[in-house]
């Protein structure tokens, strides 16, 4: 008589990983990269009204997530103060949208005690980003270039991180801030996002190749540390996602998260070679 081998055979049985919610992510990526080429192309008014109100439903996540409660006529207040800073922006400029950003913390600060500094940082935050992403675009059709470049830089490291880490699997990158996060996955995204990038560096710039390939690098890992930062700011308030307006991703936070540090140091590397007022040049042209 053959022995049963109840527990035995299980332990030798390989891991299927689920790939069901592949469809949705694909789909969704697909709609968000045609918005995102749409209004980067068109620029002016088109593109600060996509990115102010992107970035205005980011605050709107982080509102509910830091309130742990539905959104309140103060909170959508603030949400409006945000979208607003970037509308400004490009008529009006800094100081307007400054003053936005000043009211919305006003705001902030007659609401509950326990959470505004993590509103007032919610507020700079997605401001700062919005006036960032319109600096990069600047007027010119190099901003489309830039946007491109960022873009592939971070969508490639994210695509090529979630594929490579739920087929390898192996050690864990951060289990104690986000479990499912592997080795594997980081080293493939760095990888793929980095030869991405530096592949548009060298057909859309003329700038030495060596450059592309740090700028890239450089983007593909912040947008890896933005990741696993939002992990744990969502860890500490125990969500699992900011939302769910975005099939097979969650919410704009969650989409968004790999993009933060990347844009700050397009926009760092742009004003530093060449000021703000030429972002898009200062990156892309050395």
Known sequence: MSKSKGPASSQNTPVRRSWADVGPRLVSALVLIALTVVSLYLGGL?????????FAGCYREWETMVSRQPITPRGIAIVALVALSGVVFPFFGFVWSLAAVAIACGVALTMGRGEILWRIVGIVLFSALTISALLMRGAGDLG?????FLGTCVWMTDSAAFFTGRQIGGEKLAPAISPSKTWSGALGGLALGTIAGLAVWMVLT???????LIIAASISVLGQVGDLTESSIKRWFRIKDTGDIIPGHGGLMDRLDSLTFGLFLVVIIGAAHQGFGSVAEGLLHW
Do not use: D, H, T, Y
């Open 46 to 54: 088109w593109f600060a009204l996509v990115v102010s109100a992107v």
């Open 144 to 148: 489309i270039v830039a946007g491109v």
């Open 206 to 212: 003329p700038s030495p190749w060596w450059i592309g």
